[in-house]
């Protein structure tokens, strides 16, 4: 079984940023490709970013290109979500999510193993 551990979120000011941290254990992290969601009251959850077991291929949704970045350190069984320039439309609940199979997931059913979340919170 995988299991997922989410840190990082918090209160900032827009323009601020922030730096998630996903620890997992269970299953051979490199094997895995992973990803980042999010899900604001009232919403449905969102796809945020993605990054693959193969060659790190990393995938973004529109409005965080340029200022997210994904990345995994398969060393310390840690995918990291870099969030620089935070805006008010970024407040969500953060969710890290994990697969195995595939090289890319942009839908939340593309993923079998979900953390319990990290809030973000970002004040104008």
């Known amino acids: 079984q995988v299991q997922l551990v989410e840190s990082g979120g918090g209160l900032v000011q827009a323009g601020g940023s922030l730096r998630l941290s996903c620890a997992v254990s269970?299953?051979?992290?490199?094997?895995?490709?992973m990803g980042w969601f999010r899900q604001a009251p009232g919403n449905e959850r969102e796809f945020v970013a993605a990054?693959?077991?193969?060659?790190?291929?990393?995938y973004y949704t529109d409005s965080v290109k340029g200022r997210f970045t994904i990345s995994r350190d398969n060393a310390k069984n840690t995918l990291y979500l870099q969030m620089n320039s935070l805006k008010p439309e970024d407040t969500a609940k953060y969710y890290c999510?994990?697969?195995?199979?595939?090289?890319?997931?942009?839908?939340?059913?593309?993923?079998?193993?979900w953390g319990q979340g990290t809030q973000v919170t970002v004040s104008s």
């Open positions: 269970g299953r051979t992290f490199s094997s895995l490709t």
């Open positions: 990054i693959s077991w193969m060659r790190d291929r990393t």
């Open positions: 999510a994990a697969t195995a199979g595939i090289t890319t997931g942009t839908r939340p059913y593309d993923y079998t193993y």
